[in-house]
């Protein structure tokens, strides 16, 4: 058994248990250097990761290859900067403890699982083991109401999702007869007609999927999510966990259930059009950043899924494109709202940046850029982002998702530009407290990416072009 | 390597960012940056301009292609490259570009007073964007500079406007953005059609009619807002009350270009068909747009307005131009392209000087100033009387030829055309009655100074080029006839080659 494959794992779960260990020892606050023991962890992983040869362990469960390196990568650098804009946001707030990076370690080790899996066991396995530290993280201040509430609201309706998705996947089971992806890929992707139990069966996973994900019909729960939970927490669930997510629903569609993507095409085809007209629309009327935020990633979903109800190499290579570029815009602009603090108090409505341009003109200069880039402006990285996963739909002939999507980021453009707008041409409201060091370099370094991608687009198109052939095969 | 032997297009498109980077890098007390940033700025647009003055001396007027063609690889696993290059149609708009922003430059050089470090920055990262849109010879390239132009533009109407200067704002930025979205489908779908995005390269492709009609309405809604034609035109007045004066001068100045120059370069050229198709509705709205906006500008009070819908005018009579077909409707547009770009850029000016000084732009609130301020005056009447198409400025050659070019399709059209010519009479000679003529009705006008050597110098380089467009247009219309009749020739190629099929 060839278990050193996924040495990557073991080590980040190893370091987290020691971590925990080295975190209840002491009779001191540990919160700290427990916080730089798994920055250590994660860049640790990610060596190991990078270093990973391609192939497959544990009877087939667990699969490494392009696709989950460029995944994991990704999902490892988006926790490790949501961890350190977390580190002092936590301190201002009284959430101090330990326990909170170790839960991040052990949600992006589940994250890490769900992407390699190879298998629903061992996909169910990695997302159950992802979710279960969210639900704590979102109700981490637990004196806070809308935190315990934003946490109760989150652990009942993942819990109905997970249950759907199980659900789901015996159904896949009992009809195909395996959960393994490679049997099952040979299995529907024989030419042979589906049988409904297993289409019904897709439907649900997909549900649960979508429900991770937050596409329109199954994101009622991120707007109070997001406004509920901490504002550190929520950079990690706008981040590394969408990372997670999208590469779940990829690696499932693609693989197993990539010989029926008739079946699904139209499902993810009306939940994409749905994410993009609400999450335009419904982001309109928000005063609070954190709840535009979450909208705005909504329709981001839709721009996700839209590359992978084409269904074809290029819209697959669109989403990896997108994830990336959206990850760096995503902490960009969670580095500004946790940088949001005045006279010590967090502040969270969007008139709270009113006069940013005068007071601190280098974030208000990153956030501006971070905006323009969500609403796919060029030459900011974010247009790209768009521009990949637009080519493929037309190329398809998927037309009207194509005007949905290209119309939908216009009515976007609306509400960020208020921010832009509330930043430089409002009346200051009162400066921000000075920046932490966390927070300037999370901004710095998503900022010039964003800012300068167009520059060097080569290498991520490179890997996610490999990323996509390791998954079409 | 290009006739000049260097990259100049690259030269003179980036040129104004690494201006920006000295900007940026000034330290020190507000009076010092804002100073600094006023001669950084002067410097590097003059610069800028004076590389740009090679294209002038080196561009090769007997040849109809593009010329100082610069390639390099960009993303090639998509077919898409940095592709600069001009040709007869562009060449004169980049000249024109970098040499606006430094007047724009001088005429903020006391009105702003208020984040000047900033102000400049837009200003030149505006210039960029500008020469950029004009050289890019690659589709993808053109549509990010072209959509790139409304982050600064925005960002100097909302900052440094006037009191709706949110509203104005706003309205611009969605308006081009709905409509250049819709451009993006079309040039996906150009592109994997044809498998580039290099313009010359999509000339040679023929795009089926059936596409081209909806290719050509996507195309249609992008540049028809930017043009802008009735009845989207809208937004412009809007945005040129509430812009600051230099903003104001670039958008008349540059920015309307950008539409009237997309039809030539990408809707005329790439979809014969579809152009021939839809030439009836572009003269109707053309029609319309010079009739209705002139007798609009005709009640407008507020001298800004006035001149704004004055411009919608006159880029009814562009359109016009292009949609004919022929050499001179063709010429013609470009040349009251250009020389909109001087007057109206002038006219603005003017309207600056004034509301410099008193804070108002209200028509009713001047009178006499001809006896208060003659210089001004003076100047003022040249810039009316080039707006009017006298015989002799800069506005004339170029109805003129639309006007013979119009003829030559449709009689009618062409006497739509003359209409907005007198309407256009009356309204100027309206608005310099109101403001020059008449007797002193307000005490605080009599303080009034007249010019100041800044906005001397400011005038002089337009004054001349109005003089020079109006006495001999033919140091002008030499840049883009050749590249024009090779147009109008494969334009006649492609219709008729058109027709044949539907014969068979």
């Avoid at chain 1, 996924?6 to 370091?15: C, G, M, R």
């Avoid at chain 1, 949905?404 to 921000?432: E, I, N, Q, T």
């Avoid at chain 2, 100027?428 to 007249?450: C, P, Q, S």
């Avoid at chain 2, 800044?454 to 840049?479: D, H, K, N």
């Amino acid at each position: 058994m060839n278990w050193t494959l996924a040495l990557p794992e073991i080590v980040l779960a190893l370091s987290g248990l020691a971590i925990l260990v080295a975190g209840v020892l002491p009779r001191r606050d540990m919160t700290f250097p427990c916080t730089m023991m798994v920055l250590g962890a994660f860049l640790l992983a990610g060596a190991f990761v990078l270093a990973q040869p391609d192939g497959m362990a544990f009877a087939g469960q667990y699969i490494a290859d392009a696709f989950a390196r460029f995944m994991k990568v990704l999902v490892l650098a988006g926790a490790a900067l949501a961890l350190l804009l977390a580190l002092d946001w936590n301190r201002a707030e009284g959430l101090s403890r330990f326990e909170y990076p170790v839960l991040v370690l052990f949600a992006t080790l589940g994250m890490m699982v769900m992407i390699s899996a190879n298998d629903l066991m061992s996909l169910y396995l990695g997302l159950e083991l992802l979710s279960l530290p969210l639900y704590v993280m979102a109700a981490f201040h637990r004196d806070n109401a809308r935190s315990s509430e934003a946490g109760l609201k989150y652990f009942v309706l993942g819990a109905l999702s997970s249950g759907l998705m199980l659900y789901g996947m015996s159904l896949v089971y009992g009809f195909a007869g395996t959960t393994n992806f490679a049997q099952l890929g040979q299995t529907l992707g024989g030419g042979a007609p589906i049988s409904a139990g297993v289409v019904v069966g897709i439907v649900f996973i997909i549900t649960g999927l979508c429900f991770k994900v937050a596409a329109v019909p199954f994101h009622m729960w991120t707007p109070d999510v997001y406004e509920g939970a901490p504002t550190s927490v929520v950079a990690y669930f706008a981040t590394a966990t969408k990372v997670g997510a999208i590469a779940a629903i990829v690696r499932v569609l693609s693989g197993p259930f990539g010989g029926a993507v008739d079946q699904w095409q139209q499902v993810i085809v009306l939940a994409s059009i749905a994410s993009m007209i609400l999450g335009a629309f419904a982001a309109i009327g928000q005063t609070n950043i954190k709840r535009l935020m979450a909208y705005s990633w909504i329709s981001h979903t839709g721009f996700v899924l839209m590359g992978l109800a084409v269904g074809t190499e290029a819209g697959l290579r669109g989403v990896l494109i997108y994830t990336p570029i959206y990850l760096m815009m995503s902490l960009g602009a969670f580095s500004v709202l946790v940088a949001m603090r005045r006279n010590g108090r967090a502040v969270e409505n969007i008139q709270d940046l009113a006069g940013l341009g005068r007071t601190d003109p280098a974030m208000a200069l990153g956030m501006a850029i971070f905006m323009f880039a969500m609403a796919g402006i060029p030459p900011l990285s974010g247009f790209f982002a768009k521009l990949y996963v637009l080519l493929p739909a037309v190329e398809a002939g998927f037309w009207l998702m194509a005007v949905v999507a290209v119309l939908s980021s216009v009515v976007s453009a609306y509400y960020y530009l208020r921010v832009v707008k509330v930043m430089y041409f409002d009346h200051p409201a009162g400066a921000l407290d000075a920046r932490t060091a966390g927070v300037s370099f999370v901004l710095a370094g998503t900022g010039l990416f964003t800012m300068f991608f167009f520059l060097m687009p080569a290498p991520l198109l490179a890997a996610a072009r490999q990323a996509v052939a390791a998954l079409i095969g | 390597m290009n006739a000049a032997g260097f990259p100049i297009l690259s030269l003179v498109t980036f040129l104004p960012l690494l201006g920006v980077l000295v900007i940026l890098t000034v330290r020190g007390e507000e009076a010092v940056v804002a100073s600094n940033a006023r001669w950084t700025a002067l410097w590097t647009s003059l610069v800028t301009f004076a590389l740009s003055l090679v294209l002038w001396f080196q561009f090769d007027r007997n040849s109809p292609d593009f010329q100082f063609v610069e390639r390099l690889e960009w993303l090639p696993d998509y077919g898409v490259s940095y592709m600069m290059g001009v040709d007869g149609v562009s060449v004169l708009f980049v000249l024109l570009s970098t040499a606006l922003t430094p007047l724009c430059i001088l005429a903020s050089w006391e009105s702003v007073q208020n984040r000047v470090r900033e102000y400049m920055i837009a200003f030149l990262v505006l210039e960029t964007m500008m020469v950029g849109m004009f050289c890019a010879l690659d589709f993808m390239l053109f549509y990010i500079f072209f959509e790139a132009v409304l982050i600064p533009m925005f960002l100097i109407i909302g900052v440094w406007g006037g009191a709706r200067r949110v509203y104005a704002a706003y309205k611009f930025f969605l308006y081009t953005f709905l409509g250049s979205v819709l451009m993006l489908l079309a040039i996906i779908a150009i592109w994997y059609q044809s498998g580039t995005t290099s313009i010359p390269e999509i000339y040679e492709f023929d795009i089926p009619f059936a596409m081209q009609v909806w290719i050509f309405l996507a195309f249609f809604a992008s540049f028809a807002v930017k043009v802008p034609m009735w009845p989207v035109h809208t937004w412009l007045p809007d945005a040129h009350v509430e812009a600051p004066t230099a903003g104001s001068v670039i958008l008349a100045g540059v920015l309307l270009k950008m539409g009237a120059y997309g039809f030539l370069r990408f809707s005329l050229p790439m979809l014969p068909d579809a152009s021939q198709y839809f030439a009836p509705m572009i003269y109707v709205l053309s029609v319309v747009a010079v009739v209705y906006t002139s007798l609009v500008a005709l009640a407008q009070q507020d001298m800004k307005k006035l001149i704004a819908y004055s411009s919608v005018a006159h880029m009814g009579i562009v359109t016009l131009g292009i949609f004919t077909f022929n050499q001179q409707g063709i010429e013609g547009a470009l040349f009251t392209m250009l020389a909109h770009g001087v007057v109206s850029g002038a006219l603005f000016l003017c309207v600056g000087v004034l509301y410099d000084r008193e804070h108002t732009r209200e028509i009713a609130r001047y009178g006499g100033v001809a006896k208060i301020m003659p210089a001004y005056a003076l100047v003022f009447m040249l810039f009316t009387m080039a707006s009017v198409a006298l015989p002799g400025t800069a506005g004339f050659p170029g109805e003129f030829l639309v006007i013979v070019g119009a003829w030559a399709v449709n009689p009618w059209v062409a006497l739509g055309a003359a209409t907005g010519m007198v309407l256009g009479a009356c309204y100027m000679l309206r608005l310099y009655r109101g403001v020059a003529f008449g007797r002193i009705t307000r005490e605080d006008l009599k303080r009034l100074l007249d010019l100041s050597p800044r906005e001397y110098t400011t005038f002089a380089p337009l004054i001349v080029l109005t003089l020079w467009m109006g006495v001999y247009p033919q140091s002008f219309l030499s840049f883009f006839s050749a590249t024009v009749a090779q147009m109008v020739a494969q334009h006649q190629a492609a219709i008729s080659a058109a027709s044949r099929f539907a014969g068979l």
